[in-house]
Structure formats: C-alpha cells, structure tokens
C-alpha cells in the first residue's frame, strides 16, 4: 500500500440526474479504469446496437467485483496527482441512510448532482439533509446536463439560488456550484469553452481532509460502568469511545447532566498498558479521583472546555424512514450520545418539502421520508450539543418498536417552560375521576396524612431492609403503609416476562402513577431503588403531584449529590434508620407527634 493521501466523497443526487455518469466520467478521465475497460463497454453496446453510456462502466466494474471475494457495490476509486479519492454512490434507500446515520460510513466531502433542465427534486432536498446530518461540511454542488437547457447560466444561477437557500437552514454552505455536462466530461476533468470557473477536479484537489477529532471540544459519551469487587476495591471504570477531543491524566472532568466533577487518575486500556492521554476515535476507560455515582449514558467532558447543553426540549431537523407516521402524544426513544431516553413530539415547526410543492400545510405528523423541524422533548435531562458545534454528539436516533425509525441533528436547546409531562399532570387530574371523600376526611380517618417515600442510594439492600422495616412499624402503629419493590415495575404485571431492553424511564412512570394513585388513597407507599439521580426523582416528584414526595437517601458518595430529606449514613442500622425517618415524618406532621 502507498502512503498517498485518501479522500472519501459521497455522491448525492435525485434519480437519473447523472451520479453514475459523473463518476464513470471521473474514472475514465483520470485513467483510472482497468485497461481496456472502456473500449470493452463500449464495443459491448455497439454489438447490441445501446448508444454507450458512461454509467455502464459501473455496472461493468460491479459484475467484476461481485465476482471477486469482496462486494463492495457502492464504492469506486480514482486518482488524481495528488491523492487517492474513494467515490461513494448514495442510492436513495433507506438501509444506506441508516448506514450514514449511524456513522457506519464516514465522508470528508460530497457532491451533489443536480439536473439542469428537471432542476431541484425530492432526493436533492433529502441527499441535502443528510448531508448536514452527517455534519459534512465540504459540498460541491453540480448542475449536470447544461446541454439540455442550451448552456443557459440563467437557468444554472436560478438553480444555485434556489438549493442554496434550502440549504441555508440546514447549515450546509456549499463551497460552489459547477455547470457541467458529464455526458461529454465538460467541466469534469476538463475545462469547456463556455466556463471559466474550476472543474471538479480542480476542486476536488483543493478540499482538504477535514482535521482529526482528536483537536476537538471533549465528548466521551460513557457507555458502561465497570466495578472491581474483589479486595474490597471500590474502584469503577468510566467506559466508552470518545467522540471528539482528547483527554489525559490529571484533567479535571464533569459529566453530564449530573454536573459531578473529578478528575482523572488512569486511562486503562484493555488488554494494554495505561495511557497518559486518549484520543477520539478510541473505545477505552477512566477510573476517577473522586469515586463518583456515574450512570451509563451521561456525557463526560472537561472543566476547561465549553460545557455541553443539558435541557429537556429541543429544536431539531428530523428525517422519518418508518412507515408508521411520527406522531405527537406517543413516548419514543431518544437516543444521542450513549443516552437512551423517553422522548416526545411537541410541536411540528417547518416541513422541509421534499416534494417541491409549497403547500406543506400545518401537518400534525410526519409520514415516511418527511423531513422536518420539530420540537422534541425529553422525559429527563440530556447532555448533547448541536450538530454544527459538535456532529457526533449533535446527531440523534429514534427508535421505535425496536428498529430505528427517524434520525436527526440538534439545532437549538430550549427551555422547558411548560413541559409535556406537567401538562399530562394537569389533564390527568381532570380526567381521572376521583370520589366525594377528601384529603381531611382520610387525615380523620386514618390518623396521618399520605405520603410517597422513596428510598434511595448507593446500597440497594441497605435500601429494600428499611423500606420493609419501616412499613412494618408503621403498620404496627395502626397506619396504612404499603412497600412495593421496584423490581415490580421493572417486570411489569407478568412477573416472568423480560422486559430486558428495560425501557427504564417507562417503569419510573408507572410508579410516578402508581404513588399517585396510592397517596391519592391516604397511603404511606414506601419503595425503594437505588441509584436514582436528580432527573429521576424531578419524574417522579412531578407525577405525584399534587401530593408529595419524601426523598430517603442511604448509603455513601452518590447518595450526598441528592438533595434528600433524610441523609441516612452508609452504615446505618435499620432500626436507627426507621428512627430517623420517624423523626422527619412527625416534624413534617406526616403523623402525629404523641410526645408534644
Ligand atoms: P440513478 O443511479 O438511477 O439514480 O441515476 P444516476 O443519477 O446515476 O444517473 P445516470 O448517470 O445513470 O444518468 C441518467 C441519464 O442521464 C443517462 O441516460 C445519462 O446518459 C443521462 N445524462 C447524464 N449526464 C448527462 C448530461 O450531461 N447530458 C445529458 N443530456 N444527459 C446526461
Ligand atoms: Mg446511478
């Protein structure tokens, strides 16, 4: 192998608008085709009496490699003095944009082939969008065909204008736009008489390759937790790939959106020695200075650089490849970053109209390849960026049943001034109908006010033990508790079923309901889980309102960054525990205090 430079494009365009032609034309005007290829293509159509077409010497090339070990359809490759370049062709279907989507295929730069005399078409529109998806930000457009319209610049300026603004709101500034007619290679390698701009090649000898993420912000989106159980070493590993940046020993870090902060103290590398610093691009994993509660799917980063945005609502452009429509009321997954999330759809903001036609109306859901600005919100918290500050962490999948049915990238965080789950509190209130008996009827009844608590913390067993003990004192003093473990709503009503790729925010609310329900009835619901975070308790807070909430927290490190009610040591006696705890209910005026 050489050690000459290489350069991936992807080539974009509507159907029949010339991507074949453009690159038959570049392998052939460069002498990159095998010898005696073109003349054998050519003498193949003159024997079936086909006028030859440079598109046919890809077709030609593909039943050559599809006859080899390795198929590889989509690629072709040309050289130039400078460097290598390998041609991607983007055929419109969905599994090649998934590929893209999800990162599968990386390109420095694209071309976009627009025809002439059709002018811009659906797949210019959606080829545009994924180009900005894929935060490609090298675009050379180039308007095929000329001929057909009789070289008319007017006709090639209209266009220009046209595409450049559609690509105006996707970020996508496209370096210039080249007449040509690739039928007759003009403008291709060759300069025509009628132009005086660069030709493809020229241009393409001018990108550069796009420099290493290593040089950017810091993005380790983290992936798992590994914990070290033996000898007593409470020592975790922080694991994940960086996206962007490069981190190193001694870097003081936050993650995201928890804000918890530490700093580095080794990079380990599987199966390798320790390194002093990692760069993007590379799976590894940190142990910390400071033994932190981190959850898989937070966003690590560095004190010194620019903080990611953490919200709950934001503005993106989203592409719909699923058949069932993208509609509003329905909870899907968000996933960005290493962060899976309950995720909805607040508000369609613009189609972008693939179809050229204005009138896109006020559309209430977005059907299979409808591209669109939306507003989207979150169930909890999440760290991202958007696509033009950072794409890999500005870019986003949705997933429904399973499969992955939309992607999109991050324009604009918002505030969430009115959320989706506030306005849920609020019908639900008026939609569930409750009885005549009231809050003071229950208070007389029972003898105490309801309350949900929830026991939380680093020790989950620690957690369960007081929970159990705590509703069987309080029954035995004639109050109404209930404990209920979480692991019923990670099971669900079936207690066999396996609810493994645990929609985790689902089970949190049902028993935001549930507690809803049960202090609803005048109950003290106890459960316990451990290791809730900040976004967590916000949840389910909300989704017992209007009645309240009482955050227990036991155990060590991560049960200080709560804010709790009651702050339980890690080696707390459940007794002492179950005092304690007492001693808050009565001050609140939960239950009455005998001894005043
Ligand atoms: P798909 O792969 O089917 O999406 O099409 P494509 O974009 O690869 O187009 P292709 O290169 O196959 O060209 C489509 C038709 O346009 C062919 O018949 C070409 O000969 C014709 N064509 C391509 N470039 C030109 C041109 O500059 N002028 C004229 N008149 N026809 C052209
Ligand atoms: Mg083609």
């Given at each position: 192998m050489s050690n000459r430079e290489q350069m991936n494009i992807?080539?974009?365009?509507?159907?029949?608008?010339?991507?074949?032609?453009?690159?038959?034309?570049?392998?052939?005007?460069?002498?990159?085709?095998?010898?005696?290829?073109?003349?054998?293509?050519?003498?193949?159509?003159?024997?079936?009496?086909?006028?030859?077409?440079?598109?046919?010497?890809?077709?030609?090339?593909?039943?050559?490699?599809?006859?080899?070990?390795?198929?590889?359809?989509?690629?072709?490759?040309?050289?130039?003095?400078?460097?290598?370049?390998?041609?991607?062709?983007?055929?419109?279907?969905?599994?090649?944009?998934?590929?893209?989507?999800?990162?599968?295929?990386?390109?420095?730069?694209?071309?976009?082939?627009?025809?002439?005399?059709?002018?811009?078409r659906e797949n210019s529109r959606r080829h545009g969008f994924l180009l900005s998806m894929l935060g490609l930000k090298q675009v050379i457009v180039l308007v095929n065909k000329m001929d057909l319209v009789g070289y008319d610049m007017a006709v090639f300026e209209r266009i220009k204008k046209e595409y450049t603004a559609f690509l105006a709101p996707?970020?996508?500034?496209?370096?210039?736009?080249i007449p040509i007619c690739a039928r007759d290679g003009e403008n291709i390698a060759e300069?025509?008489?009628?132009?005086?701009?660069?030709?493809?090649?020229?241009?393409?000898?001018?990108?550069?390759?796009?420099?290493?993420?290593?040089?950017e912000t810091l993005r380790f989106p983290v992936q798992d937790i590994y914990k070290f159980t033996e000898m007593d070493d409470e020592r975790r590993i922080v694991a994940g790939t960086i996206e962007s940046g490069t981190v190193s020993v001694g870097d003081k870090v936050v993650f995201y959106p928890s804000r918890k902060s530490a700093s580095i103290k080794s990079i380990e590398a599987f199966n390798r020695p320790c390194l002093t610093s990692a760069v993007a691009g590379n799976a590894f994993g940190v142990t910390l200075t400071e033994e932190l509660y981190i959850k898989p799917g937070e966003l690590l980063c560095r004190a010194d650089q620019v903080p990611p945005m953490v919200s709950q609502r934001f503005r993106g452009m989203v592409f719909w490849m699923m058949h069932i429509p993208l509609v509003k009321d329905r909870r899907y997954k968000l996933k960005i970053g290493?962060?899976?999330?309950?995720?909805?759809?607040?508000?369609?903001?613009?189609?972008?109209?693939?179809?050229?036609?204005?009138?896109?109306?006020?559309?209430?859901?977005?059907?299979?390849?409808?591209?669109?600005?939306?507003?989207?919100?979150?169930?909890?918290?999440?760290?991202?960026?958007?696509?033009?500050?950072?794409p890999s962490t500005g870019r986003f999948v949705i997933v429904a049943n399973y499969e992955i049915a939309g992607c999109g990238i991050v324009l604009e965080s918002l505030k969430n001034d009115h959320s989706v789950l506030d306005e849920h509190v609020k019908r639900r209130e008026v939609v569930w109908e409750g009885g005549g008996v009231g809050v003071a009827d229950r208070y007389e009844r029972f003898g105490h006010q309801a309350?949900?608590?929830?026991?939380?913390?680093?020790?989950?067993?620690?957690?369960?033990?007081?929970?159990?003990?705590l509703e069987a004192n309080l029954f035995a003093n004639k109050y109404l508790a209930y404990y209920l473990g979480y692991s019923f709503f990670e099971k669900g009503l079936s207690a066999g079923s396996n609810n493994s790729e645990s929609n985790k925010d689902e089970d949190l609310i049902s028993l935001g309901e549930l507690a809803r329900v049960l202090t609803g009835s005048g109950h003290i619901f106890i459960t316990a889980r451990a290791h809730l975070d900040g976004g967590d308790i916000a949840l389910l807070e909300r989704l017992n309102q209007p009645h309240e909430i009482l955050v227990v927290t036991a155990g060590d490190f991560d049960a200080a960054s709560l804010v709790s009610h009651v702050a339980l040591n890690a080696n707390v006696s459940v007794l002492d525990?179950?005092?304690?705890?007492?001693?808050?209910?009565?001050?609140?005026?939960?239950?009455?205090?005998?001894s005043i």
């Open positions: 992807v080539i974009a365009g509507h159907v029949d608008h010339g991507k074949s032609t453009v690159i038959g034309r570049l392998l052939a005007d460069t002498g990159s085709l095998p010898e005696g290829k073109l003349e054998q293509v050519k003498a193949t159509c003159a024997r079936n009496a086909r006028p030859f077409e440079y598109a046919f010497l890809l077709d030609a090339l593909k039943d050559e490699q599809s006859q080899g070990i390795t198929i590889d359809i989509a690629r072709c490759f040309f050289k130039t003095a400078k460097r290598d370049y390998i041609l991607i062709d983007a055929p419109g279907h969905i599994e090649f944009l998934k590929n893209m989507v999800t990162g599968a295929s990386r390109s420095d730069a694209a071309l976009l082939v627009i025809d002439a005399h059709e002018g811009v996707l970020q996508v500034k496209p370096i210039d736009f300069r025509a008489s009628w132009h005086t701009g660069k030709t493809v090649l020229e241009y393409l000898d001018e990108l550069v390759i796009p420099p290493s993420r290593s040089k290493a962060t899976r999330v309950a995720v909805e759809l607040v508000e369609i903001r613009t189609m972008i109209d693939a179809t050229g036609t204005s009138d896109t109306g006020s559309k209430q859901q977005l059907d299979r390849h409808d591209v669109a600005e939306c507003i989207f919100e979150t169930i909890k918290p999440v760290a991202f960026d958007t696509a033009l500050s950072n309350k949900f608590i929830l026991l939380t913390g680093s020790n989950a067993q620690l957690c369960r033990n007081i929970g159990h003990a525990a179950v005092n304690q705890i007492y001693e808050v209910l009565k001050h609140k005026e939960i239950i009455p205090d005998f």
